[in-house]
């Protein structure tokens, strides 16, 4: 028997394939990690894209809403500024019957020998001014004054005696709150 030997060095062949093969399995490696970290960067990418194009989407959105409010907000002043000269309207409209009837009611109770010379109207309080030939005269218009339906508390601030062309006459301040008394003078107030 002969005994053969192998004299090609077939550990260093090996060796060399199997560093040929770790050299390719690790560049195939490094490979697929920047294919890899340069897909996870385009996707993250675009995952910020998407979300900031949802963020100024719901920018746009809000400010849209925004300016809707404060259109809104705007119509219900203009609303409230509307109502409010609607209701100052209709209290002219009411005050406007009003005045007509307490000037009416006024001259109706004024009794014959009462002169007025001045008068003066501040929301609901006037105040009257004028010569009467005696005290009972002013005496009576208050009272007539007090049953009215338009007139409440007449108070008498001053009341002179004066002579005047050979008689004495009265001169006089009134106080008097024009209010509505009573539901039947409302109610022809408004029909007025």
Do not use: C
Request: aromatic share 8%; no cysteine; hydrophobic share 40%.
């Amino acid at each position: 028997m002969t005994t053969r030997v192998n004299l090609l060095p077939w550990r260093e062949i090996r060796r060399r394939e199997k560093d040929r093969q770790l050299l390719s399995a690790s560049i195939a490696t490094w490979i697929l990690m920047v294919v890899v970290v340069f897909y996870a960067q385009w996707y993250m990418n675009d995952v910020i894209d998407h979300q900031k194009n949802r963020n100024s989407f719901l920018h746009s959105e809000i400010s849209k809403l925004e300016k809707q409010i404060e259109e809104i907000e705007d119509l219900k002043r203009r609303k409230d500024a509307l109502l409010a000269r609607m209701e100052i309207i209709q209290r002219l409209q009411s005050d406007r019957t009003k005045i007509v009837h307490v000037f009416d009611d006024l001259v109706r109770n004024l009794p014959e020998g009462i002169y007025l010379t001045q008068f003066a109207k501040k929301k609901n309080a006037m105040a009257l001014n004028g010569f009467a030939q005696s005290n009972a005269r002013v005496s009576a218009l208050m009272n007539s004054l007090e049953a009215s339906d338009w007139f409440t508390n007449a108070n008498l601030d001053v009341i002179n005696v004066t002579p005047k062309g050979g008689s004495r006459i009265s001169k006089f301040s009134l106080k008097v709150r024009a209010e509505i008394k009573n539901d039947k003078s409302s109610a022809i107030a408004e029909k007025g």
